[in-house]
Nanobody
Framework: QVQLVESGGGSVQAGGSLRLSCAEFGNSYITYCMAWFRQAPGQERQRVATVDYDGSITYADSVKGRFTISQDNAKNTLYLQMNNLKPEDTAMYYC???????????????WGQGTQVTVSS
């Protein structure tokens, strides 16, 4: 069982930055896709950014130009650099993974426990 462990959340003021990390343990898959999701209280879960096995990346429109997804395969770690944070970015952030050659776009069937991001105005 592959385990995902997020870290890096916290409280910042609007305009600030945070970098989330997602450490992956036990992954022996060659082909896999990773993503960051977020969910605010009372709202549906939103896909924030994805990176696939071929390096292709997508972003939600609401974070384009502010967030950057990246991964360090040597460290088995996924990152989300978040700049110019806004109060509406406040949410629990989760990393997720899908495995196999058809992983692009999900469904993501492995999830971390989440890390809270709070942005104050």
């Amino acid at each position: 069982q592959v385990q995902l462990v997020e870290s890096g959340g916290g409280s910042v003021q609007a305009g600030g930055s945070l970098r989330l990390s997602c450490a992956e343990f036990g992954n022996s898959y060659i082909t896999y896709c990773m993503a960051w999701f977020r969910q605010a209280p009372g709202q549906e879960r939103q896909r924030v950014a994805t990176v696939d096995y071929d390096g292709s990346i997508t972003y939600a429109d609401s974070v384009k130009g502010r967030f950057t997804i990246s991964q360090d395969n040597a460290k088995n770690t996924l990152y989300l650099q978040m700049n110019n944070l806004k109060p509406e970015d406040t949410a629990m952030y989760y990393c997720a993974a899908a495995y196999g050659i058809y992983c692009r776009g999900g469904p993501y069937n492995n999830w971390g426990q989440g890390t809270q991001v709070t942005v104050s105005s």
